[in-house]
C-alpha cells in the first residue's frame, strides 16, 4: 500500500523484552503486568493503573466502575472510533453525541453545555460524558469539568490518540480533570502493546472496581471478602467481571515502549512542523493547536477544500492511494453508523460532525516515516490538490 497513514517501531530492545518472558515463568499474571501499570502510574502522574487487554475492554470497564446500567446515559463525540460509544451499550445504557467543535474535531464544551441547560430541562442529564482527545489534542477539560460539578455527570477520557500529550502543562492520564483517562496501545496509536490499553484513575475506589471487572469479578484479596478464615485456595467472585487481562508479553512490550514515549511524540512534532510549512499554500486547512495542549500527533489531519480543486473526496483519496499515499479517514461519524442509524439517529443530527467528516483527510504521520517518504507524500499531495 506504500507508505501506510500510521504504523509502529519495533527495534531490538522491544523484541529482547518479549523473548525474555517467553522464557520466563509466567507469560501471563506475572511481574511484567504491574510492572508496566507502574510505569504508566509514574509517567502520567497518576496513583492508579489498570492494565487491559484493549482501549475497548478499559472503556468498558470503566463504565461499569462507574455504575453505568440499564437506564443510564453516556454521551460521547461522533467523530471518534466507534468503541467510546459502544461501551455504554455494553453495560445496557443509551448513547447520545454531543457535535464538534470544526476547528479542533474535540467535543465542543459550548454545545454540551447547550445539550446540558435542555437536557436539565427534560430530566435527561448523561451520568458519563466521554470527551475523545481527537488526534492526541485534549479537549478542553477545565471547562468539561467544570460542567460536570455542575450537572453531576462522571467524566472518562478517552485518551485512546493522546499518550504522551499534555493539557495545561499536566500529562493526560493525571485524572486532574476526570475520574478515569483510558489510553490505546494498538500498533497505530503512539506507543504499542499489540492490542492492549489501560485506564488511569486517581481513586482507590474505582481501581478496586476495574480490577475485578477485568478479572471475572474474582478476588483473593481477604479485605475485600464476605467470609473470612477460608483456606488459601480461597477466592471469591464479587461481581460478574470477564477476562479483559494484559499478558505478560504485551506488558513486556509496552514497558520497553514507554522508554522511547517522549522521543515518539518529539519526532512526530518535527513532522508536523515539515507538513505545516509545506502544505500551507494548499486549498486545505491544517490541524489548528489551542494554546492549552500539547499534542501527541496520533493523526495528521487535514480538512480539503474540494469544492475548490473540483473534485470529491473519493477521487482525491483514490488518487492519493494509487500514487502510494497511503491516506485514511478518521472518522465516520458514530450515529450515521448504520447500527446507531437503527437506534434512531440520523443524517443532520450533528452538522459539525458531518461537515468535518466530508472534509477530513489523515495522512501519513508515524515515528519512523523517513524524511524522503514525507516528501513523497507532500509532492503527491501537491499534484493531486493543485
Ligand atoms: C483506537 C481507539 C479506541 C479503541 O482502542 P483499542 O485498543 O483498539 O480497543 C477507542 N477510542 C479511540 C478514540 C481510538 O482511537
Known sequence: MGIPYGRQDINQADIDAVLEVLKSDYLTQGPKVPLFEQTIADYSNVPYVCAVNSATSALHIACLALGLTKGGLLWT??????????????????????????????LCEFELEEKLIRARRNNCLPDIVVPVHMAGQSCNMEKIHALSLEYG?????????????????????????????????????????????????????????????????????????????????????????????MTELHAALGISQMQRLDEFVDKRHSLVARYNTELSGLPLSIPTQSAESYSSFHLYILQINFTQINATQKEVFDQLRAAGVGVNLHYIPIHLQPYYRDLGFKAGDFPHSEA??????????YFGLTAEDQDVVIDRLKSVLK
Not at 83 to 91: I, K, M, V
Not at 212 to 237: F, I, K, N, P
Open 77 to 106: 463525540s461522533p467523530i471518534s472510533f466507534v468503541a467510546s460509544a459502544n461501551c455504554a451499550l455494553y453495560c445496557g445504557a443509551q448513547v447520545d453525541f454531543v457535535d464538534i467543535n470544526p476547528v479542533s474535531f474535540n
Open 153 to 245: 455527570f462522571k467524566i472518562i477520557e478517552d485518551a485512546s490518540h493522546a499518550i504522551g500529550a499534555k493539557y495545561l502543562q499536566q500529562n493526560v492520564g493525571s485524572c486532574k480533570y476526570s475520574d478515569i483517562t483510558v489510553f490505546s496501545f494498538h500498533p497505530v496509536k503512539i506507543i504499542t502493546t499489540a492490542e492492549g490499553g489501560v485506564a488511569t484513575t486517581k481513586s482507590a475506589d474505582l481501581a478496586r472496581k476495574m480490577e475485578l471487572y477485568r478479572s471475572h469479578g474474582v478476588t483473593r484479596d481477604v479485605a475485600q471478602m464476605e467470609r473470612l478464615d477460608q483456606g488459601a485456595w480461597y477466592y471469591e467472585q464479587l461481581a460478574l467481571g470477564f477476562n479483559y487481562r
Open 356 to 365: 468535518y467528516y466530508a472534509a477530513a483527510m489523515s495522512i501519513p504521520l
